[in-house]
């Protein structure tokens, strides 16, 4: 949890604010402090100071907020989680829409990590203290299943699953377009954007192989229900594809198009159900994979949350995602 602290100037004045809160607080570097005050935790009188050595005057207040660090294991957050099956080993989740994977900056707290190790408690750590039992992620704003490691050796077994591509993940989206062919796949040299490292792209000349496989499920007149299948599981791998093809995710705010403000009959119906979806149209519907430890092969599967399926509904039809569900082997 964070901790905050306030003093006043009684002595040392004409001291640089970061040698000044080190003297107070032995455990901290200046280092540390500097990177509070550019993160807007420390304050002087109220105010943010222009920069760590500022030096100080007699009758001043300085304010510290202290946040964990990052490489503090995380704490348990009585979060509410969607637990599809436990046993000793491992565990499967449905995350929500919303909820980020594992502490990260801005993200030190309230995820689905904090969420799991209040209510597993046991956890793998996998060499990674503050993303315990984590094998894979999901985009913040994806909903849908994850596998979740409890021991070490089922975490190394998971892992191996994930880097021979023997892990069965399907999702459901929505995307803006009809004209894909029935199926087919998707394969690009992958990585980071030249322009722009929020956003990756498939089209880099030597990034890593990334491939996505798709099945039209069902089309409107403005939009396309797909299945796609992840052989690979590069980070918004399915988006990216999807986009750079010209079929963007519906809702979709790094990689999509918006609708048009206004359309005639059914089509302007569409555009008015697309525009009330809050988030990318992007479901992880059902996960595959051997149990490490029994040797067993599970499969899970998880409707999607109430906004998708409204979605679904006003595009497609009352019929077609029961119709989706059912049919995510084949």
Known sequence: MDTSYEWQVDEGEGERLDAWIVARLPDTSRSQISRAVSEGRVLVDGEPPSKAGLKLRHGQTVALTLTRSLEDPPEGEDIPLTLVHVDEHLAVVDKPAGLVVHPAPGHRTGTLVNGLVHHLQTLSTGGAPIRPGIVHRLDKDTSGLLVVARTEEVHAGLSEQFQDHSVDRRYLTVVQGTRLDDEGAIETGYGRHPKDRRRMTGRAPEGKRACTHWK?????????????RLET??????????????????????????PPKSGSGSVGREFGAIRRMGRQ????????????????????????PEDFAALVHDLFGPESLQEALDGLQS
């Open 216 to 228: 039209v499920l069902d089309r409107s007149q403005a939009c396309s229900l797909l299945m796609c």
């Open 281 to 304: 149209a992007l479901h992880a519907a059902s996960l595959g994979f051997t149990h490490p430890e029994t040797g067993d092969r599970m499969w899970f599967r998880g409707a999607p």
């Open 233 to 258: 599981g590069r980070t918004h791998q399915i988006r990216v594809h999807l986009s750079e093809a010209g079929y963007p995710v519906v809702a979709d705010e790094i990689y999509g198009r918006k």
